[in-house]
Every structure is written in structure tokens, then in C-alpha cells.
T-cell receptor, first 111, second 116 residues
């Protein structure tokens, strides 16, 4: 049973076409929810940490939000260089610091 | 270098051979992780080291897999008697143990293992 589910698996957008990626989780006692970006042949690169429902973080064209059951990564007016796989991970409170990752959303932005 | 370094970047081996994968974490980072990423799959946790504590080995898929971390720094992941299903990218990450850190993991570029 997956604790972290990301949707869609793949997303194709035209440059400038805003959209959102979803990360839903079933764990209780969330210590933190993380978003990473992974380019082909590279390791994941950290984007955001969210700790509590209602929290929002922004970086350039990306904005991450968190509710009690899910997180969204909003991409505003994407550019081709935003093409990558976006990974979500959750870390439980009270336990060791081991993030559990979702399978990711592969985003392609066409010029 | 300033980042997490992994070697080799690519390894092709024959079924039944042993392989060793190396990870140099960021200097001063007390936590070190190994994950495995298969094609189209998410990151699968393998093992976690934190300071001088006993490692969390709960993600190792079989007793053919082992890892050590010497002197709280460099780590080696060893896979004995490799099988074709071991083919994957093995990612190492480190994290600062300082209070107040964001929990961010810093990843290396991975070691791609192909078992023929």
C-alpha cells in the first residue's frame, strides 16, 4: 500500500500553460512533506519543505501548498526548462528521518 | 567537491558477481541514505546511517545487500551475487544533522548498475 501517491504520472504542457501536480499521502503524524526536481541522469534536487496544513512556499514559477491529505505543486506559466520529473516525499513524526518517496510526475513543457 | 560524490557512475557486471558502490557525502553531514531507483519507479529506501547510531537496514531487499560507513563519512554499498533484478540506479544522499535544518537531502548523481 503506497503511502505517497502522485498524479498525474505524466503531464505535457505548452509553454505558458499553467497547471498543478498532486501528491496525496495516507500517513498520519506528518513531520514534513518535500518536493524535489529530478532531471534525466541526475539525482533529485530539493525544492521545498512543508510542515503544516495551510503552509505555502514559492520559488520562481513554482508554488507548493499543503493540506491535511495532499500537497499541490502549482506551475505558473511554465517554460521548457521546467521539464523534469517532480518527486514528492513524506517524513513521519516520531520516527527516524527517512523520507518515503512517491513515483513522481514527469513534466514536459513544449515551446 | 561541495556535493555528494558517487562512484562508479556506471557499472556493468555479470550475474553472480559482487559489486561495490561508493558514496562520499557532504563534509560534516551526519546522516547518509542509500536509495534505489528502477525505471519508472520511485525511490526505494535501502539503508540509513545517522552519526554513530546503528544503521536502519529495514529497506535492504535481501541479505545479499550490505552497507557500511567508515569514520562517519564515506559509505560503501555492497551487492553480493548480483541478479538481473538488481539493475537500477543507486542513489546516495546526505543530510545535515544541525538543528533547524529543513530536512533537505542532498543527492549524488547515482551509480547506474546493469547486471547482464
Amino acid at each position: 500500500e503506497d503511502q505517497v501517491t502522485q498524479s498525474p504520472e505524466a503531464l505535457r504542457l505548452q509553454e505558458g500553460e499553467s497547471s498543478s501536480l498532486n501528491c496525496s499521502y495516507t500517513v498520519s503524524g506528518l513531520r514534513g512533506l518535500f518536493w524535489y526536481r529530478q532531471d534525466p541522469g541526475k539525482g533529485p534536487e530539493f525544492l521545498f519543505t512543508l510542515y503544516s496544513a495551510g503552509e505555502e512556499k514559492e520559488k520562481e514559477r513554482l508554488k507548493a501548498t499543503l493540506t491535511k491529505k495532499e500537497s499541490f505543486l502549482h506551475i505558473t506559466a511554465p517554460k521548457p526548462e521546467d521539464s523534469a520529473t517532480y518527486l514528492c516525499a513524506v517524513q513521519l513524526s516520531g520516527g527516524s528521518y527517512i523520507p518515503t518517496f512517491g513515483r513522481g510526475t514527469s513534466l514536459i513543457v513544449h515551446p | 567537491g561541495a556535493g555528494v560524490s558517487q562512484s562508479p557512475s556506471n557499472k556493468v557486471t555479470e550475474k553472480g558477481k559482487d559489486v561495490e558502490l561508493r558514496c562520499d557525502p557532504i563534509s560534516g553531514h551526519t546522516a547518509l541514505y542509500w536509495y534505489r531507483q528502477s525505471l519508472g519507479q520511485g525511490l526505494e529506501f535501502l539503508i540509513y546511517f545517522q552519526g554513530n547510531s546503528a544503521p536502519d537496514k529495514s529497506g535492504l531487499p535481501s541479505d545479499r545487500f550490505s552497507a557500511e560507513r567508515t569514520g562517519g563519512s564515506v559509505s560503501t554499498l555492497t551487492i553480493q551475487r548480483t541478479q538481473q533484478e538488481d539493475s537500477a540506479v543507486y542513489l546516495c544522499a546526505s543530510r545535515s544533522g544541525l538543528a533547524g535544518n529543513t530536512g533537505e537531502l542532498f543527492f549524488g548523481e547515482g551509480s547506474r548498475l546493469t547486471v547482464l
